[in-house]
C-alpha cells in the first residue's frame, strides 16, 4: 500500500465505525498559551476534555499535523541519526468524548491492523498499565481481559507509569493507556529472542505504533486524582512508523513517505543514497535531516508561521538552519537549494493538504530567502571559529556556545572543525552555559497555575457582539496563576460581553462587580475556547450575583481598527491582486498591524490607492452584514475569504461589508458602519520575510492625532528652517554641507594622526622579543585612529601596538598586533581574545579578529589601568 492508500484506509474505517473525520487543525497553535505547536492529536480536542465545550460529534477521526521541536516533547537533536525519529509527523487518530470506551477501542484497534491493514497477528504485542499503588490506582486488568480475547497472556505485557499512563500536563485530564507493539525482525531473529522481551526497547526491531489513551482522571495542582464526569478514548497512531510496517521497510525514511524527496536530493547533489544508518555515514545523515526538515519548514509556513526571532518563528528558523548547516557540511551544498525541493513535497502530499499547493510559490520564496541570509551567517560562524583563541588545544566551552547560539552551529560541527584543526572542544563547559541559558529561559517562562476552583460546570458563552454590559452572570470558577512570582488573577462567568484575545484581536478590558465588590478586568484571553477575565483581585465572594461592563471608547477603537483591516485586506487585493492574503494581523486601540503577501514592495503609487480606496468605502458608510452559525460548506460556497492556518468549526461567522467587496469568515468585533471609522491612515510599509509584507495603519481618532502630530512636526521643521518656501531643498542643502564638513574633518584628523605617527613611533619600548606601544591619542575619528594603528603594525613584523581615546564622555580602545605575532598557536597573541580582557577596566566590550580589535566603553578614567593591562599581558605571554 502506498501512503495516501494507508491514510485513506485509516480514515474510511473509522468513517465506517460512525466516526466524524474532520480536518487537521493547524500545526501552529494559537489557541493555546501552553503550547508553540500542535504536538499531539488530541491538542485540538482538549477542550473537550477539560470539560470546557460541548462537542458536537461524540466520535471523531482525523489525520494531525504534529511538531515535537521544544518542551519535554523535543526531538530535534536525533533527527537525522537514526531512521525513524522527525520533526513534524502525522498522527492518526480516532476519539471518543464520553462515548465508546476501552472494549471498543481495543477491538477496532485489532480489527483495523489485521482484517483491513494485514499486519501478521503473531508479530504482535500490548502493553497495559500495571497499576500505581503509591497513588492509589489499580492495574488495568479491564483492559488486559479485552486484549485476552486476541491475543495469548505471554503478548500482553504489564507497563510502567512512565509508557502505560498519559498526562496532558502537570495538571489535567489523564489515564492509562494501551500500547501496541509491532516485531518487525525477520523470522530468525524472533525464533531466537522473543519479541515481548524487547518491548519498548529502542533500536530493538520491536516498535510501538499505536497508544490508545483512556482519559478517566483529573490530575489536581496538589498531584491528587480525581475521576471525571465522564470518560474518553484518545487514540494516536504513527503515520510514519505505520507505512515502514505495511510497506516492509526497518525505516521511516526508507518509505513513500521520503523517498522521492531524498531521491531529488540524490539528483541536485550527484550523490547517493546509501540507506545506512551509522553515526558516520554524514552525507546519508544530512539527506534525512533535509527530507524531514523541509516538511516541518514548509507545513509551519503554509499554516501562518513565518521564521523569525522568538517563539514559534525562532524554532522553524532554527529547524530551517539546521537542514542548511547538514547541506553546507555534509551535502557541499553552498547556495540555497533546500528550497528547490518543495515541488516533490507538494506532488507527494498535496492533495491530503492543499494548504501546501495553493501557496508553493510564497513558501518557496520564503525558504530560499531564509537559507541565503544563513548561508552567509555560516560563513560568518566559520571566520569567527577561525579567529577563536586557544589555549593548551582546547576551544573554551563558552566560545562554542556562542557558536551554537549567535550563529547555529551544532557542537557536533564545532567537534568536527576542531578535529579537522587538531584541537579539542571544551564540551562540559559547552554544556554548562547551555544549562545556563535553559535555566534563564525557565525563569523568564516560570508559570505556577493553580487548579481552577470550580463553582459550575456551566460552560462560557460570549454575549459580546450584542452588548458591552450584563447582570445577571455567575462566576463558574477561578485560579490564580503565578507568572514570575507575581499573582495573576482569572476568573470564568458563564455569560460574558468581554471578548479574549484571539484572531489577532486584543482583549477587552473593563471592569466586574461581584456583589458590592469591584474589580478591574486587566485583560480578556481565550484557552481552549474558555474566555478568562485577568482581573486585580478574587472575589471575596465569588458566588455572588455579577455585573461586568466592558470599556466601551476602548473597544470601540479595537473594532474600528479591525473593521479597518477588514476594508485594507480587500483593497489589496483590488490594488496588488488576489495573491496579497493576510499572514497575520494585530488590532488594538492604538493601531492596526496588517502582514499580507506580496513578492514586492508596494510602490508609492500602488499605497496611495490602497489608502485612497479604503477612505473611500469609509465614506460610503457601509453598514455591517453580520451572519453567525453558518455551515462551514455554505460558508465556502459564498466566497467568503477562508485563511489557511486558520481552525474553523462546523459553523462559522462571515462579516461583510458590501458583498462585492469584503466578506471574511471572522469571530471578531466590528463598527456596525464604515463610516465609524472616520479617517484611515497607513503609517508605515515594511519587509517582514521574502514574500511577506506588513502594513501599520491607524484609524478614526488616532489617525486624526496622527495627521496632527506630522503637520505639527511639519511646522516646527519650517520655523527652524527660517520658513522656508521649500523645506525640503533646505535640508538637501544642509546635508550636503554636513557631508562637505565631515570629509574636512576627517582629513584634519588624518593629518593629525600622520602627525603623531613619528611620535608615537618613537615611544615603541621591546617587551622580549615584541615591539610594544600603548598610548591615549588625541583623536577622535575612529577610521583615523584604525588607519595608524595599521599604519604602527605594518612597519614591524612582532608589534603590538593599543591605541585609547575619548570622545563625548566614552572610551575607545583599538588594538592591532602584526599578522606575524598573531595568531592562535603556542605563544601567539590574538587581538580579539585581548581586548575582551581589556574593555573591563572601562566598563564596556568588544570584539574582533586575531590581529585587530576594538573596544569602547563608557568609563575613560579606566584607560590608563587598560594601557598598564595590555602591557602585562604581553609580558606574560610566554
Not at 507505512?243 to 524527496?261: E, H, N, R, S, W
Not at 492533495?351 to 548561508?375: D, G, K, N, W
Not at 585612529?785 to 603590538?800: D, P, S
Not at 581589556?838 to 586575531?850: E, T, V
Request: glycine letters at 8%; charged letters at 30%; one cysteine or more.
Amino acid at each position: 500500500m502506498t501512503s495516501a492508500e494507508i491514510r485513506r484506509a485509516f480514515l474510511d474505517f473509522f468513517r465506517e465505525k460512525q466516526h466524524k473525520v474532520v480536518p487537521s487543525a493547524p500545526i501552529v497553535n494559537k489557541d493555546d498559551p501552553s503550547l508553540l505547536f500542535t504536538n499531539a492529536g488530541m491538542n485540538q480536542f482538549k477542550e473537550y476534555f477539560l470539560g470546557d465545550k460541548v462537542p458536537a460529534n461524540r466520535r471523531v477521526a482525523d489525520t494531525q499535523k504534529c511538531m515535537r521541536v521544544s518542551g519535554k516533547h523535543n526531538d530535534l537533536d536525533d533527527v537525522g541519526r537514526d531512521g525513524t525519529h522527525h520533526t513534524m509527523f502525522e498522527m492518526l487518530g480516532n476519539w471518543s468524548f464520553g462515548d465508546y470506551f476501552k472494549d471498543e477501542a481495543i477491538a477496532w484497534s485489532w480489527e483495523l491492523l489485521t482484517d483491513r491493514l494485514g499486519i501478521a497477528k503473531d508479530q504482535l504485542y500490548a502493553t497495559v498499565f500495571e497499576g500505581a499503588e503509591e497513588e492509589g490506582i489499580p492495574v488495568d486488568d479491564e483492559a488486559r481481559n479485552f486484549w485476552l480475547r486476541y491475543l495469548p497472556e505471554d503478548r500482553v505485557l504489564y507497563g510502567s507509569k512512565k509508557d502505560n499512563f498519559w498526562e496532558m500536563g502537570e495538571t489535567g485530564p489523564c489515564g492509562p493507556c494501551t500500547e501496541i507493539h509491532v516485531d518487525l525482525r525477520p523470522e530468525q531473529e524472533r525464533t531466537k529472542t522473543p519479541g515481548r522481551e524487547l518491548v519498548n526497547v529502542d533500536g530493538s526491531g520491536v516498535v510501538e505504533i499505536w497508544n490508545n489513551v483512556f482519559i478517566q482522571y483529573n490530575r489536581k495542582a496538589d498531584g491528587s486524582l480525581v475521576n471525571l464526569p465522564e470518560r474518553h478514548v484518545d487514540t494516536g497512531m504513527g503515520f510514519e512508523r505505520l507505512c515502514m510496517v505495511l510497506q516492509g521497510k526497518t525505516a521511516t525514511y526508507d518509505t513513500d513517505i521520503f523517498t522521492p524527496t531524498i531521491a531529488e536530493i540524490e539528483r541536485l547533489t550527484g550523490l547517493t543514497y546509501g540507506a545506512s544508518y551509522a553515526p558516520d555515514a554524514k552525507a546519508d545523515m544530512a539527506m534525512r535531516v533535509v527530507a524531514d526538515h523541509l516538511r516541518a519548514v514548509a507545513f509551519t509556513i503554509a499554516d501562518g508561521q513565518l521564521p523569525g526571532s522568538s517563539g514559534a518563528g525562532y524554532v522553524v528558523r532554527r529547524i530551517l538552519r539546521r537542514a542548511v548547516r547538514y547541506a553546507y557540511s555534509f551535502l557541499d551544498r553552498k547556495e540555497p537549494f533546500i528550497y528547490q525541493l518543495l515541488p516533490v513535497l507538494v506532488r507527494e502530499m498535496g492533495e491530503a493538504f492543499p494548504e501546501l499547493a495553493r501557496q508553493q510559490e510564497q513558501i518557496a520564496r520564503i525558504v530560499q530567502s531564509e537559507e541565503r541570509s544563513f548561508l552567509q551567517t555560516l560563513e560568518n560562524g566559520l571566520a569567527r571559529f577561525a579567529s577563536l583563541y586557544v589555549e593548551g588545544g582546547m576551544i573554551d566551552g563558552r566560545d562554542a556556545f556562542e557558536l551554537y547560539d549567535t550563529f547555529g552551529f551544532p557542537i557536533d560541527l564545532t567537534r568536527l572543525l576542531a578535529e579537522e584543526r587538531g584541537l579539542r572542544v571544551d564540551e562540559q563547559g559547552f554544556q554548562r552555559a547551555l544549562q545556563e541559558q535553559k535555566d534563564r529561559s525557565r525563569q523568564d517562562a516560570a508559570k505556577e497555575v493553580g487548579d481552577w476552583v470550580v463553582l459550575s460546570p456551566e460552560p462560557s458563552v460570549f454575549i459580546g457582539y450584542d452588548v458591552l454590559s450584563d447582570a445577571g452572570a455567575q462566576v463558574t470558577k477561578y485560579r490564580t496563576v503565578k507568572v514570575k512570582n507575581e499573582p495573576q488573577y482569572q476568573l470564568v462567568l458563564d455569560r460574558t460581553p468581554f471578548y479574549g484575545e484571539s484572531g489577532g484581536q486584543a482583549g477587552d478590558i473593563g471592569i466586574i462587580r461581584i456583589g458590592e465588590e469591584r474589580l478591574e478586568v486587566l485583560d480578556t484571553v481565550k484557552e481552549n475556547d474558555l474566555t478568562v477575565h485577568i482581573v486585580n483581585k478574587l472575589p471575596s465572594d465569588p458566588q455572588a450575583e455579577v455585573y461586568s461592563e466592558v470599556d466601551g471608547m476602548d473597544r470601540e477603537k479595537i473594532s474600528a481598527h479591525h473593521t479597518g483591516a477588514h476594508l485594507l485586506h480587500a483593497a489589496l487585493h483590488e490594488v496588488l491582486g488576489e495573491h496579497a492574503v493576510q499572514k497575520g494581523q494585530d488590532v488594538r486601540s492604538g493601531k492596526l498591524r496588517f502582514d499580507f503577501s506580496h513578492f514586492e514592495r508596494p510602490t508609492d503609487e500602488e499605497l496611495e490607492r490602497i489608502e485612497l480606496l479604503v477612505n473611500r468605502k469609509i465614506r460610503e458608510n457601509i453598514p455591517l452584514l453580520e451572519q453567525r452559525d453558518v455551515p462551514i460548506a455554505e460558508a465556502r460556497n459564498s466566497g467568503a475569504m477562508m485563511l489557511f492556518g486558520e481552525k474553523y468549526g462546523d459553523t462559522v461567522r462571515i462579516i461583510t461589508f458590501d458583498q462585492d467587496f469584503s466578506s471574511e469568515l471572522c469571530g471578531g468585533t466590528h463598527v456596525p458602519r464604515t463610516g465609524d471609522l472616520g479617517f484611515f491612515k497607513i503609517t508605515s510599509e515594511s519587509a517582514l520575510a521574502a514574500g511577506i509584507r506588513r502594513i501599520e495603519a491607524v484609524a478614526g481618532l488616532r489617525a486624526e492625532w496622527y495627521v496632527r502630530g506630522r503637520l505639527a512636526l511639519l511646522t516646527s521643521m519650517r520655523e527652524e528652517l527660517k520658513n522656508s518656501s521649500d523645506p525640503v531643498g533646505a535640508i538637501t542643502s544642509l546635508q550636503e554641507e554636513n557631508r562637505s564638513l565631515k570629509k574636512s574633518l576627517e582629513k584634519l584628523q588624518a593629518s593629525q594622526a600622520n602627525n603623531l605617527k613619528g611620535e608615537l613611533e618613537a615611544a615603541f619600548e621591546d617587551i622580549g622579543d615584541v615591539k610594544f606601544l600603548a598610548q591615549q591619542v588625541n583623536l577622535t575619528d575612529a577610521a583615523a585612529i584604525k588607519n595608524l594603528a595599521f599604519q604602527l603594525t605594518g612597519e614591524n613584523e612582532r608589534a603590538v601596538v593599543l591605541l585609547a581615546s575619548e570622545n563625548d564622555g566614552k572610551a575607545l580602545l583599538t588594538l592591532a598586533i602584526s599578522k606575524g605575532l598573531a595568531g592562535t598557536s603556542q605563544g601567539a597573541l590574538h587581538a580579539g581574545a585581548m581586548i575582551k580582557e581589556l574593555a573591563k577596566h572601562i566598563r564596556g566590550g568588544g570584539g574582533g579578529q586575531p590581529f585587530f580589535a576594538t573596544a569602547g566603553g563608557k568609563e575613560p578614567g579606566g584607560i590608563a589601568a587598560a594601557l598598564q593591562r595590555a602591557r602585562e599581558l604581553v609580558a606574560g605571554r610566554e
